[in-house]
């Protein structure tokens, strides 16, 4: 199966809102054996997501087209895709139950008739549930260039795409695929960069015979390999992680704050946070990942000096004779969020991400992390290039590094 995508919307072009959905069903479809093979974004136009449905038909027998099938005017895939496909279109009355039930649960008076747009039904064509909007999905198989094919329409929220697709379409899609898979595993490998898992993958010549895929992040990087033979996979994957040593997660393993999470559960630890550079970003990253609240147990986020000293215990003279941004301060944040808010562990970052405010001493992107852990404070320097979020990013996944050396008791330098 050759699977394709087309997402449509003038929104996705115009940098208003982000394409999460393509990440996402990359995923989700790499998880089941799937991929895909070229993806294109269009603007709301029938022209334009015509020229898109030809061009994706020289290439796949199977397209999902996602976005579009709302009720306002820019709302043209079901109109595009029957134009281009010769069929004819009419309203089907269960789906304009559908329409006005959904309406009536959040207003007043008679659904407007514009919205009863979302019942139109290419002939031919069946229904895909849509467990949480009133567009429903829209499937069809027809011929073109003398072979079959199977188009899918799709909502564009993700909140209703993603459901639709793991639910539905995607069983569907492993049935058309049949034996046809393709298996594709990694990790992460925390601390270390691109070239030095290119190095390992050349020294073993894993990329002559798979698929080889590096993704770096403030992390580190991480490391795909893919192919047909799952086992063969697994073993090529697993010899190149050997050789990654210390910061090398399991197979599977993408997430180090997931990998934190997970660790310190199983060992029974607490976690809190203390920052003020990143005014919160640590937290939110953990609390993101599922199961958290067994291990974490609040922040600090502290960006003036007098919260520093109201809500951590720092010392006035501290912050007097040292400044915000230095060694000290984050020591004594560290200590002070595991004493203050009762934890095994602490995480503190204190820096100038800029892009004003730094001195020639203390230059922007100066920064101080520091891990609190079995009592003991360590506290390491950081010097940062790049703009406000990416010193931001990097001291978030360098404290994240750093509470995973202290817990885990590897001994993996934090690269960035």
């Not at 960069?193 to 002559?208: M, N, P, Y």
């Not at 020591?331 to 820096?351: E, F, H, K, P, W």
Request: one cysteine or more; aromatic letters at 6%.
């Amino acid at each position: 199966m050759k699977l394709e995508c087309i997402f449509t919307g003038n929104e996705l072009l115009t940098g208003s809102t982000v394409n999460t959905n393509i990440s996402e069903l990359g995923k989700l479809l790499t998880a089941n054996g799937l991929e895909i093979g070229f993806a294109c974004t269009c603007r709301d136009s029938r022209a334009g997501i015509s020229r898109a449905i030809a061009s994706a038909l020289d290439r796949a027998d199977t397209v999902i087209i996602c976005g579009g099938l709302g009720g306002t005017s820019d709302d043209l895939s079901i109109e595009a895709a029957s134009r281009f496909f010769g069929l004819k279109t009419s309203s089907d009355p269960e789906l304009e139950e559908k329409v006005r039930a959904f309406w009536a649960q959040r207003h007043t008076g008679h659904c407007p008739k514009f919205l009863l747009k979302q019942a139109l039904l290419p002939e031919t064509a069946r229904k895909i549930p849509n467990d949480f909007g009133s567009a429903t999905g829209i499937a069809f198989d027809t011929v073109f260039d003398g072979e079959s094919r199977r188009i899918y329409l799709t909502p564009g929220p993700p909140h209703e795409f993603l459901p639709m697709m793991e639910n539905y379409i995607v069983p569907e899609l492993c049935e058309r695929a049949g034996s046809d898979r393709i298996f594709t595993l990694g990790f992460l490998a925390c601390g270390s960069g691109e070239a030095k898992l290119s190095t390992i993958v050349r020294k073993l010549k894993t990329d002559e015979k798979f698929n080889c895929a590096y993704t770096a992040c403030a992390e580190g990087c991480r490391f795909y390999i893919s192919g047909t033979d799952k086992d063969a996979v697994t073993a090529a994957l697993e010899e190149v992680r050997a050789n990654v040593g210390d910061g090398a997660l399991d197979i599977g393993e993408l997430s180090l704050e997931a990998k934190l999470i997970s660790l310190m559960s199983e060992k029974g630890l607490t976690l809190s946070t203390a920052e003020s550079c990143t005014g919160g970003l640590i937290s939110a990253l953990i609390t993101d990942v599922p199961g958290a609240s067994a291990v974490y147990m609040g922040s600090a986020v502290t960006y003036s000096n007098e919260m520093k000293e109201r809500l951590l215990g720092v010392p006035h003279d501290t912050l007097e004779n040292f400044g915000a941004v230095s060694a000290e301060t984050a020591q004594a944040m560290a200590a002070g969020a595991c004493r203050n808010l009762g934890t095994d562990a602490s995480i503190a970052v204190t820096g100038i991400a800029g892009p004003r405010g730094g001195t020639p001493e203390k230059p922007v992107g100066l920064v101080y992390v520091g891990v609190c852990f079995k009592g003991k404070v360590n506290v390491i320097e950081l010097r940062l290039r790049g703009t406000r979020s990416a010193v931001r990013e990097r001291t978030r996944a360098c404290a994240l590094l750093e509470l995973f050396k202290a817990v885990s008791g590897e001994d993996t330098e934090c690269w960035v």
